[in-house]
């Protein structure tokens, strides 16, 4: 969340630089064009990465099941190095999807056993092992 906090004020001075080359690109001389013309593509290629990071961001907060709040306090906690803390969010939060899943299905997730070939494949398993 604090790298999303620091994007903000880049994308404003992003869209700026953007504005402002716009400009010159129109009332500079044309060696001046070519250079703001890079520092045009520069600026569109950070706008869409701010923009790439702020959506995995907030996928990984759907993913994990955590409410906007727990998760900034999650990384947070994070960048302090309290990793105690970090788990015992995320292990509430699995406790919550398990007991979700549980009253859905009827089914302890605990006592699941998946079978390589149906619920696990042979690739997720090399993937993760190496």
Not at 41 to 62: C, N, R
Not at 79 to 96: C, L, P
Not at 97 to 114: E, F, L, M, Q
Not at 116 to 127: L, Q, R, Y
Request: with cysteine; hydrophobic share 45%.
């Amino acid at each position: 969340m604090a790298i999303i906090h620091l994007c903000k004020p880049q994308k404003v001075t992003a869209i700026l630089f953007l504005v402002l080359s716009l400009v010159s690109l129109v009332y500079v001389s044309s060696p001046i064009k070519i250079i703001d013309f890079f520092l045009f593509i520069g600026a569109i290629s950070l706008l869409w990465a701010m923009g790439k990071h702020e959506g995995l961001a907030k996928k990984l907060q759907i993913d994990s099941g955590l409410t906007a709040e727990k998760f900034s306090t999650a990384l947070e906690e994070k960048q302090k190095g309290n990793d105690k803390t970090v788990e015992e969010i995320i292990t509430s939060a699995q406790e919550r999807a398990k007991a979700r899943y549980k009253k859905a299905t009827g089914v302890d997730p605990k006592s699941i056993v998946p079978e390589i070939g149906k619920e696990i494949s042979w690739a997720d398993i090399v993937n993760h092992t190496f």
